[in-house]
């Protein structure tokens, strides 16, 4: 599935041969389509600012079919990929504004301001918590749910334009000018305790 300047397009991979298109993006696309709960998603946010949920297995112009599961005309994010996490649709428009959607009916949960500022970085997510990356040099940590509410707000010191990448234990987070990795601490520490006697 590809985003493209005003239609987006989906092909067989095997071969590359299109499938289906559908007509209604934005004229610059950036952010990357996922897939979740059955269904893909793709957003774009230039001068327009649309979501699309499309069920797979449409053929030829599916614009105006059943395999458009919903679609909204607002809150579809410039350069940041949309992220679904539990039931929820999350995208984060590049001012910081971020709205919620019920992934497979489309209803908007809510629509909250993060933060001032420019957001490039894709969010993330883990343990019911969100984690959106500001080019003002802050890590923002959102909790997962139909309540928006702000957990903490992390100063890394430099900008920050990269989505940040998870591993076990660990959170890395490429700024302007160095590398960062953070360690649970509390996890590592539970680890390399010795055994009770």
Request: hydrophobic share 40%; glycine share 10%.
């Amino acid at each position: 599935v590809t985003n493209g300047a005003e239609v987006m397009h989906g092909y067989d991979p095997l071969t590359g041969k299109e499938l289906w298109h559908l007509a209604g993006s934005s004229k610059n696309t950036t952010p990357t389509p996922i897939a979740a709960r059955g269904l893909l998603f793709i957003t774009s946010g230039y001068r327009m600012n649309p979501i699309f949920a499309v069920r797979p297995g449409g053929t030829g112009d599916i614009t105006e079919t059943e395999f458009v599961a919903w679609k909204s005309s607002r809150d579809g994010s410039y350069m940041t990929t949309p992220i679904v996490y539990g039931e929820l649709l999350y995208t984060c428009q590049n001012n910081g504004v971020l709205a919620a959607y019920r992934a497979e009916t489309g209803v908007r949960v809510y629509q909250e301001r993060i933060a001032t500022g420019a957001f490039s970085a894709s969010p993330i997510a883990s343990d019911g918590k969100l984690y959106f990356t500001s080019e003002d040099g802050d890590v923002y940590v959102v909790a997962a749910g139909e309540k928006f509410e702000l957990l903490a707000t992390n100063p890394m010191g430099e900008v920050l334009m990269a989505t940040p990448a998870a591993a076990p234990g660990r959170l890395f987070i490429r700024g302007q000018h160095h590398l960062f990795s953070i360690r649970d601490t509390a996890a590592a520490d539970e680890k390399v305790s010795p055994p009770p006697r």
